[in-house]
């Protein structure tokens, strides 16, 4: 047989790497628990739905007018300028921040947990992250403008590995604080 | 990974904010079976895998308003399986020591006379993947099968890259052997 790179043998067939088939009756147990959580329940106010549906047709075609609009005036204003599509600027920038913009999102959620549990402690690890935010928010509204487009790509990946450390240590500090009410825990319940 | 990154189900994510039962088994649908394939490879064992689908999809949904869209649903999606499925490999090594040695036995010979040779080799490199230790197969399936490169491996399993380095060229280096005594050579 002819030798391969594994790496190009892979990359060839990865669609037949996924021969798995998911439990045909796993939906079935996600539906479960959306409806204990009460998650997606439009379908049981259906029926009033429906009258209102035709009342708020017109209403509906705004909604899908004005966007258009919106989005014609956009492209008209927007037309001459650069493009601000990450991934013209810098594919490699492009994919990085994609890279950190999907871990920060997982450890935000993963961060909400202690929400009730730890509602100050919440409050202020997520106005740590909200400043940052609004940082990064301002660098891709200047982005469009900016005389130095990679510069600020890049300011903005920075941004990122910064918001991705600090949910880091947030949620190792969250760590610990478990760790030691599980000790005080047990310890009580050995005396 | 390509450089294409925008979300085609953009609109579906949406839906599902909006409480529709149909998005979500549309999204359900569409994700599904990569994600279970993903867990599988994590962790190698249907049933664990199965759970893990359940709990990511779960949560997923329930925290769907919190989802920014910064990113693509599906890279969420696969971030969210790969952590849980990380986390219920940490969980089990503690009960079990050692899983590499309960696996010697269990390679499958591939004998069936129906497959064509490209559908044998996949299975055959497949199984191999399979029998290797958890570390190295945890690290090699994100390199190889799941397109990360040992910078992000660093940040998803929280070790250094240059660990990461060296554990994909010593799980690829025993692949490589496995497969050669099996009759299949690759650089």
């Known amino acids: 047989m002819m030798k391969e790179r594994l790496e190009s043998f892979v990359r060839n067939n990865k669609k037949e790497f996924d021969q798995f088939e998911p439990p045909a009756d796993l939906w079935n147990r996600i539906e479960k628990q959306l409806d204990e959580k009460k998650i997606g329940m439009q379908n049981e106010i259906g029926v009033k739905k429906e009258r209102v549906v035709r009342v708020s047709f017109l209403l509906k075609m705004a909604a899908t007018v004005i966007p258009l609009l919106f989005a014609g005036l956009w492209f008209y204003q927007y037309q001459f300028k650069q493009s601000t599509d990450l991934s013209s600027i810098d594919p490699g920038l492009a994919k990085q921040q994609v890279h950190y913009a999907t871990l920060i999102e997982v450890k935000r959620t993963e961060l909400k947990r202690i929400e009730k549990e730890e509602p100050q402690l919440y409050q202020e690890f997520s106005s740590e992250i909200k400043k940052m935010d609004e940082s990064y928010q301002k660098l891709k509204n200047d982005l469009p403008a900016s005389p130095n487009q990679e510069e600020t790509v890049k300011a903005m990946i920075r941004n990122l590995q910064i918001q991705t450390e600090l949910l880091n240590q947030q949620l190792q500090i969250i760590q610990q604080i478990n760790q030691v009410k599980k000790e005080q825990k047990n310890e009580t319940q050995n005396i | ?187």
């Open chain 2, 1 to 187: 990974m390509e450089a294409v990154y925008v979300d085609q189900h953009y609109g579906l994510v949406v839906e599902c904010r909006n409480g529709s039962r149909k998005a979500y088994n549309d999204l359900y649908k569409l994700y599904s079976r990569a994600m279970f394939n993903i867990a599988m490879r994590i962790l190698n064992d249907a049933d664990e895998a199965a759970d893990v689908l359940q709990e990511a999809f779960v949560d997923a949904f329930a925290r769907i308003a919190d989802f920014r869209q910064e990113t693509t649903f599906g890279m969420w999606m696969k971030q969210i399986v790969i952590n849980r499925s990380i986390s219920q490999l940490r969980k089990r090594k503690m009960d079990l020591i050692s899983i590499d040695e309960t696996d010697v036995e269990s390679i499958p010979d591939n004998e069936g006379p129906d497959t064509e040779e490209l559908e044998l080799q996949v299975r055959q490199v497949r199984a191999a993947i399979q029998e290797l230790p958890d570390g190295y197969r945890v690290v090699l399936t994100l390199y190889l099968l799941e397109g990360y490169d040992h910078e992000e491996i660093s940040h998803i399993l929280r070790i250094s890259e240059n660990t990461s380095r060296t554990q994909f060229m010593r799980a690829r280096r025993k692949l490589v052997e496995m497969l050669r005594n099996k009759g299949i050579s690759y650089n």
